[in-house]
C-alpha cells in the first residue's frame, strides 16, 4: 500500500511538471529555423532553344522550372508567353514570340495526339 501510494506521488509530480517554457517567450511563439536548399543542377541545354529561353524566361523561372512542363502545342504556347509579357510585365516583344515558341516546342517535344 504504502508502496502504491508513493508511486501515485511519483506519478503526479511528472504530469504536473512544467513543459520548457522561458518566460520570455510566449507559448506558440515562433522561433526562427534555417534551411539549406539543394543546389540548382538543371540547366537548359546548350542548343539554340535552351539559350532563346535563357534569355527570355530564366531572370523569373528556374531552369527546372522550364524543362519540366508538359508538352503543348505552338499555340498554347503562344498563350503562355502572352500571359508571361500581359500580366506578369515580362519584359518580352512580341517580335521575338515565333523564336520563343518554337524553341518551347523543340524543348518540350509535341504534344501527343489525341
Ligand atoms: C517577369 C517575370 C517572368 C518572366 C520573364 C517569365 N515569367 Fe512565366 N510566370 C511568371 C509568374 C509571376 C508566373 C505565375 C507564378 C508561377 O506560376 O510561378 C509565371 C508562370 C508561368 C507558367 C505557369 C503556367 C501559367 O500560365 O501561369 C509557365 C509555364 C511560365 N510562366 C512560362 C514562362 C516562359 C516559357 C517564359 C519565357 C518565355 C516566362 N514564363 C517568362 C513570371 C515570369
Not at 512544467?18 to 520570455?24: G, H, V
Not at 518580352?92 to 501527343?112: E, F, H, K, M, N
Amino acid at each position: 500500500m504504502k508502496l502504491a501510494i508513493i508511486a501515485a506521488a511519483v506519478l503526479l509530480a511528472a504530469c504536473s511538471a512544467e513543459p520548457d517554457a522561458s518566460p520570455t517567450k510566449p507559448a506558440g511563439a515562433l522561433q526562427p529555423v534555417s534551411i539549406t536548399l539543394p543546389a540548382e543542377t538543371a540547366a537548359l541545354p546548350d542548343t539554340p532553344a535552351g539559350t532563346t529561353l535563357s534569355q527570355h524566361c530564366t531572370a523569373c523561372h528556374s531552369p527546372d522550372f522550364l524543362t519540366r512542363q508538359p508538352p503543348l502545342t505552338a499555340e498554347k504556347w503562344q498563350a503562355t508567353v502572352t500571359k508571361m509579357r500581359e500580366a506578369y510585365h515580362a519584359p518580352i516583344s512580341p517580335a521575338d514570340d515565333p523564336a520563343i515558341v518554337a524553341a518551347l516546342v523543340t524543348l518540350q517535344g509535341a504534344p501527343p495526339a489525341r
